[in-house]
């Protein structure tokens, strides 16, 4: 990436810069996209807020913390985080490799063991199955989650776990695993939670489609903190939302509900403040499963 005109990197010096140069802000050694004006007060390199260190005076930048520069920090606090705080870890994409590998497994599952399998996982509210009366109004509030890994056809599922893979990657890449994972799973119950409201309550329900939207809807947010160019991923979005209410057997509910979690979330994990940037993050995540749960009791009080 091109260095900013006036980085550390910049040959020129600071009495060859131009008028240009010298409006325009250092960018973050180890953030090249992020312009600031803080600096190591030891190396002075510049250094954004994710990545600078409280010292005896002023701030550092990790590096210098980590050659021992007396801070008196521990070594985690020089760890490199993610820009919405969480672990930078050696594989990035080891949560969506193992959520794509339970679906597969899942789907494996539901071709040797056949509906009797299917029947007993997926999102319905209330209907007669094998003889009783089944379904989350009577107690089997897991279809909300287990409908989640459940898919109704190749089709079905190579088009989820594509998307899993080409969405779901770079985002638990720049949120980190843990906060990932509750927005992919909180995102997912919402749209379980919406679909279980709307839907006919004999109407059966599956896919992972209700958490990707929530990671779509997550990615629009970030890339629009990040000033990234967003027409891409609304083109995406739009194709997707048509595909949602142009197709018979589909259930748009848990697209919706996934989406607007996404968002919510989405936006909770990368404007939250620093200094209490996990409690808001998962502060707001919780507050999404209240609706989730608010919602599934209102339904069942409504058909029992």
């Given at each position: 990436m091109?260095?900013a005109?006036?980085?550390?990197?910049?040959?020129?010096?600071?009495?060859?810069?131009?008028?240009?140069?010298?409006?325009s802000?250092p960018?973050?050694?180890?953030?090249?996209?992020?312009?600031t004006?803080?600096?190591c007060?030891?190396?002075?390199?510049?250094i954004?807020?994710?990545?600078?260190?409280?010292?005896?005076?002023?701030?550092?930048?990790?590096?210098?913390?980590?050659?021992?520069?007396g801070?008196?920090?521990?070594?985690?606090a020089a760890?490199?985080?993610?820009?919405?705080?969480?672990?930078i870890?050696?594989?990035?994409?080891?949560?969506?490799?193992?959520?794509?590998?339970?679906?597969?497994a899942?789907f494996?599952?539901?071709m040797?063991?056949g509906?009797r399998f299917?029947?007993?996982?997926?999102?319905?509210?209330?209907?007669?199955?094998?003889g009783?009366?089944?379904g989350v109004?009577?107690?089997?509030?897991y279809r909300?989650?287990?409908a989640?890994?459940?898919?109704?056809?190749?089709?079905?599922?190579?088009?989820?776990?594509?998307?899993?893979?080409?969405?779901?990657g770079?985002?638990?890449?720049?949120?980190?695993?843990?906060?990932?994972?509750?927005?992919?799973?909180?995102?997912?119950?919402?749209?379980?939670?919406?679909?279980?409201l709307?839907?006919?309550?004999?109407?059966?329900?599956l896919?992972a489609?209700?958490a990707?939207?929530?990671?779509?809807?997550?990615t629009?947010?970030l890339?629009?903190?990040?000033n990234?160019?967003?027409?891409?991923?609304?083109?995406?979005?739009?194709?997707?939302?048509?595909?949602?209410?142009g197709w018979?057997?589909?259930a748009?509910?848990?697209?919706?509900g996934?989406?607007?979690?996404?968002?919510?979330i989405?936006?909770?994990?990368v404007?939250?403040?620093?200094?209490r940037?996990?409690?808001?993050?998962?502060?707001?995540?919780?507050?999404?499963?209240?609706?989730?749960?608010?919602t599934?009791l209102?339904?069942?009080?409504?058909?029992?």
């Open positions: 091109d260095q005109p006036g980085s550390p990197q910049d040959p020129q010096g600071p009495g060859d810069q131009g008028p240009q140069d010298a409006r802000l960018t973050c050694y180890r953030h090249p996209d992020r312009e004006g803080i600096r007060t030891r190396c002075e390199r510049p954004c807020p994710e990545c600078r260190v409280d010292a005896p005076v002023g701030f550092q930048c990790p590096d210098c913390v980590r050659s021992g520069s801070t008196g920090h521990p070594a985690t760890q490199p985080r993610t820009l919405a705080g969480g672990k870890a050696a594989d990035p994409r080891l949560v969506t490799k193992v959520l794509i590998g339970i679906n597969l899942a494996l599952v539901q040797s063991v509906d299917t029947d007993s996982f997926d999102l319905f509210g209330q209907a007669w199955l094998s009783e009366m089944q109004a009577e107690g089997q509030w909300l989650l287990t989640m890994f459940l898919h109704g056809s190749y089709i079905h599922i190579m088009f989820n776990m594509l998307s899993l893979w080409w969405i779901g770079p985002l638990e890449a720049a949120l980190g695993r843990a906060r990932y994972l509750a927005l992919y799973f909180v995102s997912g119950l919402a749209g379980s939670a919406l679909t279980y709307l839907a006919a309550p004999n109407e059966p329900s896919g489609s209700g990707i939207f929530g990671l779509f809807g997550a629009a947010v890339m629009r903190r990040l990234y160019d967003m027409r891409p991923v609304i083109a995406l979005l739009v194709i997707n939302l048509i595909f949602t209410f018979s057997n589909i748009w509910q848990a697209h919706i996934g989406l607007v979690g996404g968002v919510v989405g936006y909770a994990m404007h939250a403040p620093r200094e940037r996990a409690l808001i993050q998962y502060g707001v995540c919780a507050l999404v499963m209240v609706a989730v749960v608010a599934t209102v339904r069942t009080v409504q058909l029992t």
